[in-house]
C-alpha cells in the first residue's frame, strides 16, 4: 500500500488542526487568570472554575440535561429493541414505511421538530414541562439507538435461538438469555449515543424548555446571546472534558467507526 | 403459496409507531394547519384558514433575502465540505490503522461535543477580542479586527467545521469499497499519481461524496445554534428567523410557515438528490 507523501501529512496536519483548535481554545481561555476573555499568558488560574459554582443555573441546568438524557434514552431504547428486531427479523408490508418513519426525525429540521412539539404541547398542556422535554427528545435520539440495535439484531443467528426453544427454554427466558445477550452492544452503545444527543441537543430544545426546565446546551446558548466571557468558555471545557471521557469509553466498547457511518445530525 | 400475514412485527415495532404517529405526524400536521392560521398584535392567532402568511411570504423581500442567504450558505459549506473532506478521506485511508484511529478520534470526537461548544470556539478565536485577531494586531500585520463576527464567511467556516466530519465518513466509506491494486495498476500502466487519482479513484468515490453532500447541505441549511452565535442577530437565516417569530415576536402562524417552507424544501431537496444519484450511480451501489 502506497504512503502519504510529506504533502498529503502537512494536509493531514491542517485538518486535524482545523478541528481541534476550536476546543483547544476554548479549554485554554477557560484557565485564563483574567476578568476578560484571554489566553493564559501569565499563568493558569482556576477562578473560571470555581465561578461556575456561584452560579446555580448552570448547576441546576446540568442535572436536567442528565436526568433528562438518562430518561430519554431508556425510552428510547426501550422503544428501539423491539422495533429493531422487527425490521430486522420480519419482512412484512409497511416494512419500509416504518423504517423511513422511525429516522425520519434525522430529516425534520430541529427548528421544525421544536415548533411541532412547542404548538402540540401548548395545545395538550404539557408546553415546559419535564414530562413535554423527555417526550420531544425520546423522538430526536430514536434513530440514533435504533440505528445501532439493528446493526446488532441482523447478525444474529436465529439457530441459537431455536437451539434454545428445542431445549425446552420458554419465549420469555429464550428473549432475556440469548437475544438480549446477543444484541447488548448494540443496546448499550445505542443508549450511550443517544444520551449524548440528548445531552447536546440545543435546537429543538429551546423551544419545549422553559426557564424551570432549561438544559445545559439551551442555557450556555441563551448566555452566549448576551456576552461571551471566560465563564462560559470554562463552562464549555467541563462539558469537552465529559464528552472525551465518554467519546474514549464509547470508541472501546463499540468503535467509532462503526458509531457515525450513515449518521447525520448538526 | 401465499404466505400469511404475521401478527407478531406489527405487535413488535406497533408501540413506536403510535409514539411516532402522536408525536411526530399529528404535531408537525399540526404546524402546517398552522401556518394557515391568522394573527394578530391583539387578536393572538385566529384559527380561520387564510393564506396571508404565505402571501407575505412571498411579497416580502425580506424572507427571499433570508431563504437565499440560507441556500447560499449551505451550498458554500457543502463546497468547502468537499474541497477540505474529501483529501483528508483519501489521506486518511492510507494511513497505518494505528495513526488512522487516533486521527479518527480526532475528526470524529468533535461531532459528539455540543455545537454551542464548538461555535464558541469560533466565536473565541476570531471575535473581535478574540485570539487571533488579538494576535496579528499586536505583531502589526492588521490594523482592525478581520471581519469574521456577523459575517456569511464566518458561518460557513464554522458549518464547515461543524459538518466536514460528515464528509469524511461518507467519502472514507466509499474508500473502503475500492480496490487500492486498481490505483497501483493505473501506475504501472504509466499513469501519473494525479492522473490515477482523477481518472481511477475519483470516479469511483463520487457517489459517497455526493451522500455527503446531501447530508452536510441538509444539515447546514438547517443549522441554527451556529447561525445565531456567529451570525447574531442581524444575519438571519431560515431557523433562526422561525425562532425570532416564534419566540419574540409571538407571531406563531408566520413562524409556522417560514418552518413549513423550509421543511418542504429540504425534503424535496433530499428525496430528490437521492433519487438521482441512486439511478445516475446504480452500479456502484450493488
Redesign the interface.
Known amino acids: 500500500?502506497?504512503?502519504?507523501g510529506p504533502l498529503?501529512?502537512a494536509?493531514?496536519v491542517l485538518?486535524?488542526t482545523?478541528?481541534?483548535?476550536?476546543?483547544?481554545?476554548?479549554c485554554l481561555?477557560a484557565f485564563t487568570p483574567e476578568g476578560?476573555?484571554?489566553?493564559p499568558t501569565h499563568g493558569f488560574s482556576l477562578r473560571w472554575f470555581r465561578q461556575i459554582l456561584e452560579y446555580p443555573e448552570f448547576i441546576s441546568a446540568f442535572w436536567v440535561s442528565i436526568w433528562l438524557g438518562a430518561l430519554s434514552s431508556t425510552i428510547a431504547v426501550a422503544?428501539?429493541i423491539?422495533?429493531a428486531?422487527?425490521?430486522a427479523?420480519?419482512r412484512?408490508?409497511g416494512?419500509e414505511a416504518?423504517t423511513t418513519?422511525?429516522m425520519?426525525?434525522l430529516?425534520?429540521?430541529?427548528?421544525?421538530?421544536g415548533?411541532?412539539?412547542?404548538?402540540?404541547f401548548t395545545?395538550i398542556r404539557l408546553a415546559g414541562t419535564f414530562t413535554g422535554l423527555v417526550?420531544?427528545h425520546?423522538?430526536v435520539i430514536?434513530p440514533f439507538a435504533l440505528r445501532l440495535i439493528l446493526a446488532s439484531s441482523y447478525g444474529i443467528d436465529t439457530r441459537i435461538e431455536h437451539a434454545a426453544t428445542s431445549l425446552g427454554a420458554g419465549a420469555a427466558t429464550v428473549f432475556r438469555r440469548v437475544t438480549v445477550p446477543l444484541i447488548l452492544p448494540g443496546v448499550v452503545s445505542g443508549w450511550m449515543l443517544a444520551f449524548?444527543n440528548s445531552?447536546?441537543e440545543?435546537?429543538m430544545t429551546?423551544?419545549v424548555a422553559s426557564p424551570a426546565t432549561v438544559t445545559?446546551?439551551v442555557r450556555?446558548?441563551l448566555y452566549?446571546?448576551d456576552n461571551?466571557d471566560p465563564l462560559?468558555?470554562s463552562v464549555?471545557a467541563c462539558?469537552?472534558a465529559l464528552?472525551?471521557v465518554?467519546?474514549l469509553v464509547?470508541?472501546r466498547v463499540f468503535g467509532?467507526?462503526r458509531?457515525?457511518?450513515g449518521?447525520?445530525?448538526? | 403459496m401465499k404466505e400469511r400475514l404475521k401478527p407478531t412485527p406489527y405487535l413488535l415495532a406497533g408501540p413506536t409507531a403510535l409514539v411516532f404517529l402522536g408525536l411526530v405526524l399529528i404535531p408537525l400536521a399540526m404546524t402546517v394547519l398552522l401556518s394557515f392560521y391568522d394573527w394578530g398584535q391583539y387578536k393572538g392567532i385566529v384559527p380561520e384558514l387564510t393564506l396571508k402568511n404565505w402571501r407575505e411570504m412571498v411579497a416580502d423581500d425580506y424572507f427571499y433575502t433570508v431563504y437565499m442567504r440560507t441556500f447560499r450558505i449551505a451550498v458554500l459549506v457543502t463546497l468547502a465540505s468537499i474541497v477540505v473532506g474529501v483529501p483528508e478521506a483519501y489521506i486518511l485511508n492510507r494511513m497505518s490503522p494505528v495513526w488512522r484511529s487516533v486521527s479518527l478520534l480526532a475528526i470524529l470526537g468533535p461531532l459528539l461535543v455540543s455545537v454551542v461548544a464548538r461555535t464558541l470556539g469560533w466565536a473565541l478565536l476570531f471575535g473581535s477580542t478574540g485570539v487571533v485577531n488579538q494576535g496579528l494586531m499586536k505583531i502589526g500585520l492588521i490594523s482592525s479586527p478581520l471581519p469574521f463576527m456577523f459575517t456569511e464567511t464566518g458561518v460557513v467556516v464554522t458549518l464547515t467545521h461543524v459538518l466536514v466530519p460528515f464528509m469524511v465518513l461518507a467519502v472514507w466509506a466509499a474508500l473502503q469499497r475500492l480496490d487500492p491494486q486498481v490505483e497501483n495498476a493505473a501506475g504501472s500502466l504509466g499513469a501519473s499519481p494525479w492522473t490515477a487519482w482523477r481518472r481511477v479513484v475519483l470516479p469511483q468515490i463520487i457517489p459517497g461524496m455526493l451522500s455527503g453532500s446531501v447530508v452536510v447541505f441538509a444539515l447546514a441549511a438547517s443549522a441554527f445554534a451556529s447561525p445565531a452565535i456567529i451570525g447574531g442577530r442581524r444575519l438571519k437565516v431560515a431557523a433562526t428567523l422561525a425562532y425570532d417569530e416564534f419566540l419574540n415576536t409571538l407571531n406563531w402562524p408566520l413562524g409556522a410557515a417560514v418552518a413549513t417552507l423550509l421543511l418542504v424544501a429540504l425534503v424535496a431537496i433530499i428525496v430528490g438528490s437521492n433519487r438521482l444519484i441512486e439511478r445516475r450511480y446504480a452500479q456502484v451501489f450493488e
Request: glycine share 4%; net charge positive.
Open positions: 500500500m502506497s504512503r502519504n498529503a501529512i494536509f493531514h485538518f486535524v482545523f478541528m481541534l483548535a476550536p476546543l483547544g481554545i476554548v481561555v476578560y476573555l484571554s489566553m422503544l428501539a423491539p422495533s428486531l422487527a425490521i427479523r420480519y412484512f408490508p416494512r416504518l418513519l422511525f425520519s426525525p430529516m425534520v429540521p430541529p427548528v421544525v421538530l415548533i411541532a412539539f412547542l404548538r402540540f395545545q417526550l420531544s425520546v423522538i430514536i449524548i445531552f447536546d440545543v435546537t429551546v423551544f445545559l446546551p450556555m446558548f452566549i446571546q461571551i462560559i468558555a464549555s462539558l469537552i464528552t472525551a465518554m467519546l464509547l470508541d467509532l467507526d458509531l457515525f457511518v449518521a447525520g445530525k448538526g
